[in-house]
């Protein structure tokens, strides 16, 4: 053995039992064999051995996809909010950007989310890099009940993807037909009941009716038969108790109509999506 | 002003403690809604949403009642 | 010639294993620090997955099972926590510390027996550990918890404390002491004969204003809609029967539930002060465990 191969020979012993290098591929072992648990473990182990701060961030990054795969974005978002996007290429920017947005909507965060897909289209330059995160930004758009937004977006994915507009998917997205709050309200206030009806819940409009009737009904046949204390605190009390809690009720259901609405509008969506994204 | 409303607490003390204690206990769970039972609750009682937290087992259980892990 | 290869191969073999060695101890040295680490950024569920995938980072058992009981204890699995504990044997010197935490779980539990069995175990005497003052403060909250006020004398006026937050938490279960004493026992059958007497006057008695207010009124309102329905109709108006029937349900009702509230107020503020008492003695161990 020559003495000059000793230096190559230590070196061989230590990249072989080098902890960080060990703790990476052991990590990343753990990950494509979908020890997602584990492997998120290793990443924060690697993390802290790093003497690199260049690789932390892409230590961050699986370790938040490690938590994404367990379905706990709270954890993945912690973690990729730990990354210094500053010093991150234009694609890992997007991606982390990306990823914070998609859990956050996955997380129903959708206002959090919103901001930070502005982010990713403020700080992210690249046009090419637009197309994957259209997708994600009509469905936050279509929850934050922004259509006009979603339809522009819509217009803007149709172009890119060289596809022919859709009218009836536009018309859906200019026009959702939701039921007004404010008029299933007063519509109640006019009749107790009618703005049940108008949401479509005909037994409850019959119910408020039958009941804010009744008591008013009470009220006034105590008043004539001089039972002036039933009058004012059975008759009046529970005729305005049903009166005002109809109200808030027709607003209710007119909130659950929207919402049922808005779901089947946005799985059409995310369905017409997925379909065309190439 | 409470966890669980008045007809899950009439509910559940039916089911617990009979028909008598059930009527007397739903009403007088009546007349204890109101919003100045909200002051009156020792805060251990209060959950994260500000609601009274009232179980019909209280009412008889001579025990003093732990709560969740500190 | 051969001689000397052989020489260098020797030498070389030599040098390999003592880096290697060097090298294994330092990872492990690593895998300790990194566990530390991990404690101390409260990344809990990563440490305790850590634990379970690399136990020989601990040089003991006993080490290995306290820390595996500590971060269950953070992460709020308290039964796995108390048999982590448990498996920590008398020798260990970490065994006072374990049951530290025994103590503090049975005491969250309301197990009082339980704890105080773990409490009279061991008090490290002499040496200037924090064992002894927890001990002390656990004492000071199991007499509390007992409401046995001569006991809690008996801790606090002759306690003695090396650390000085350990003193000021001390100090703090005393002001939990004071508001114990300024409890008042109310008597049911009061609350019963006031609410017969004025419907609503039991629980006000029983220190719910808002509710008694609430109750009487309601009574009130029954009551004028039958006097009234009477004074109309007479004894067979449909009014008076339904109304005074109502009434006298909402009556009995009043009474009934002036009555329990009064063990109800008490079950409650003893909670309110019990949960005080817990949290007090317990901010200690994750403050000294966790670092």
Redesign the interface.
Known sequence: ?K?QS?PA??CA?FLV?D?FSQTLKYADSLFRASSF??A??YY??AL??SANPSVNNQLLFKKAICYKQQLDYK?ELENLHRIQIQLCSDSFRYACYYEKSLSLYLSKNYSAAAQEMLNLNFFVRDSTLRLKNLYLEILIDCQMDLYEEAAVNMILFMKMEKLSPDSAMLLKLKHPAFKNIQKARLMSAFLPGLGQAYTGQYKDATFSFLLTGGAAAYGIVSVI??????AV??GATFCYRFYAGGLKYSQKCALNYNEQKKNALIADISDYLSLHLK | MYESSCSNFSKNTFRQFGIMKGILLSADRLTRCTPGALNETPSVFIDEKLKIIDEPAFYFRSATVYLKNN | MARL?LT??FS?AL??TT??QD?YS??KG?DSR?YN??LKEE?F??AD??IE?NPDIFSTNDSLNFNHAYVKYRLQEIDSSLIYLKHVPPTSPLYVSGNNFITQIYMNQGKTDSAKKYLAAKKSVGSPDISSDIFTLQSSGLALLDRDTAAYHKQFYGALFENRELFQQHNTLNETFNELKKVKKKSVLAAGLLSALVPGLGKIYAGNNAQGFSAFLFSG?LA??A???YY?GGISDP?FIV?SCLFSLFYVSNIYGSVLSVSVKNNQLNSQINHEITVNTSIPLRYFFGH
């Open positions: 053995m003495l000793i020979y230590l012993i039992t902890s648990k584990h998120a473990v924060e182990k802290y051995e954890a038969g001089q039972y002036y204390f039933s605190f059975t | 290869q260098h191969l070389l040098l390999s880096l290697l090298i330092q990872n690593s990194f680490y991990l990344m569920l990563e997955d850590y995938l309102i004028a809609q006097y009234e329905g109309r009014r109304y």
